[in-house]
């Protein structure tokens, strides 16, 4: 069983920048495609982000390409988000997949609680 903590969350200003991290208690990451995700109210979980655990190939949604950046480490992953909107609310839930499936879709095997991101306008 693979434990996830996320934090870095917060209230932002439109235009400001907060860093996210991830990390797994008491193990390290390194063998996990690992990814963000996010759920605003009312709307459906979509995918943010994702790296892959050996040649640490990216992934974006069309909606942060530019502005977000995602990265790791042997302990933990984080996402970088810069030029924040109003509508990058939401609450933020990192992944671990332990399969080589696609990491832009949902299918992971170990979710963190999430942390909220505020952005007002």
């Known amino acids: 069983q693979v434990q996830l903590v996320e934090s870095g969350g917060g209230l932002v200003q439109a235009g400001g920048s907060l860093r996210l991290s991830c990390a797994a208690s008491?193990?390290?990451?390194?063998?996990?495609?690992m990814g963000w995700f996010r759920q605003a109210p009312g709307k459906e979980r979509e995918f943010v982000s994702a790296?892959?655990?050996?040649?640490?190939i990216t992934y974006y949604a069309d909606s942060v390409k530019g502005r977000f950046t995602i990265s790791r480490d042997v302990a933990s992953i984080y996402l970088q988000m810069n030029s924040l909107k109003p509508e990058d609310t939401a609450v933020y839930y990192c992944?671990?997949?332990?399969?080589?499936?696609?990491?832009?879709?949902?299918?992971?095997?170990?979710w963190g609680q999430g942390t909220q991101v505020t952005v007002s306008s």
């Open positions: 992944a671990a997949m332990m399969a080589y499936r696609d990491l832009r879709r949902g299918e992971y095997d170990y």
């Open positions: 008491g193990r390290t990451l390194g063998t996990y495609g």
């Open positions: 790296i892959s655990r050996s040649t640490g």
